[in-house]
């Protein structure tokens, strides 16, 4: 499938859904953008006619030039994970399974502490989560946590590879962010620099609250 049809189906459902819901390109973005970007994307599979549905979040202050969905999970619907896009009750069933598992999810992490807290569950499942260690040291750092964030940030270096270009580029943020932690003022002065980044990079400019 291509992203002009995810639009199609999208724009479709939008009035089943919650109210909250903007459409942004081919993401279903829920409520206001500052600091945490939460969405729907639908994403195409192997499968000419078949999708998968994402929940996820996105945390801006953390530097990427693209769409993240680490931070998330696939919807299911009668045990599976693709969708049939030919389907006559598609958009029906796309509305309640977003309404009833997509939504509590992305309810949880609307706030900074409901992030904390879905970070530091993930990282009790997957110690060496990469991902989820560099979200928690940022946004440690973003609540002026300097022992915290200083933690999370030295396990997340020791999981990188330098003589990979983006490992390497992702490990030198890290340290820029870990020398700053001493100055709460500079740390967040330089994760609000990213995540004005990570707006522009991703077409948020409109949506963003600050």
């Given at each position: 499938?291509?992203?002009?049809?995810?639009?199609?189906?999208?724009?479709?459902?939008?009035?089943?859904?919650?109210?909250?819901?903007?459409?942004?390109?081919?993401?279903?973005?829920?409520?206001?953008?500052?600091?945490?970007?939460?969405?729907?994307?639908?994403?195409?599979?192997?499968?000419?006619?078949?999708?998968?549905?994402?929940?996820?979040?996105?945390?801006?202050?953390?530097?990427?030039?693209?769409?993240?969905?680490?931070?998330?999970?696939?919807?299911?619907?009668?045990?599976?994970?693709?969708?049939?896009?030919?389907?006559?009750?598609?958009?029906?069933?796309?509305?309640?399974?977003?309404?009833?598992?997509?939504?509590?999810?992305?309810?949880?992490?609307?706030?900074?502490?409901?992030?904390?807290?879905?970070?530091?569950?993930?990282?009790?499942?997957?110690?060496?989560?990469?991902?989820?260690?560099?979200?928690?040291?940022?946004?440690?750092?973003?609540?002026?946590?300097?022992?915290?964030?200083?933690?999370?940030?030295?396990?997340?270096?020791?999981?990188?590879d330098i003589s990979i270009g983006w490992q390497q580029?992702?490990?030198?943020?890290?340290?820029?962010?870990?020398?700053?932690?001493?100055?709460?003022?500079?740390?967040?002065?330089?994760?609000?620099?990213?995540?004005?980044?990570?707006?522009?990079?991703?077409?948020?400019?409109?949506?963003?609250?600050?």
């Amino acid at each position: 499938m291509k992203k002009k049809e995810f639009i199609v189906i999208e724009k479709k459902l939008l009035p089943e859904l919650p109210a909250g819901f903007t459409l942004k390109g081919d993401m279903m973005v829920f409520g206001s953008v500052e600091h945490i970007l939460r969405a729907v994307l639908l994403e195409r599979s192997i499968d000419p006619r078949s999708f998968y549905v994402h929940v996820f979040f996105q945390l801006l202050y953390v530097p990427f030039k693209f769409v993240n969905l680490t931070l998330g999970n696939r919807l299911r619907h009668s045990g599976r994970e693709s969708w049939n896009a030919d389907d006559p009750a598609l958009l029906g069933e796309l509305a309640a399974v977003i309404t009833k598992q997509g939504m509590p999810f992305l309810n949880s992490v609307g706030t900074i502490e409901g992030v904390l807290d879905y970070l530091n569950n993930k990282i009790k499942e997957v110690p060496q989560s990469e991902q989820g260690l560099k979200a928690l040291g940022y946004t440690l750092a973003l609540v002026s946590n300097a022992s915290a964030a200083r933690d999370a940030l030295d396990r997340n270096l020791k999981l990188y590879d330098i003589s990979i270009g983006w490992q390497q580029e992702a490990a030198t943020e890290a340290q820029l962010l870990k020398k700053l932690l001493d100055n709460p003022v500079e740390a967040r002065n330089q994760l609000m620099q990213w995540e004005a980044e990570t707006v522009r990079n991703l077409g948020l400019e409109d949506l963003w609250q600050m």
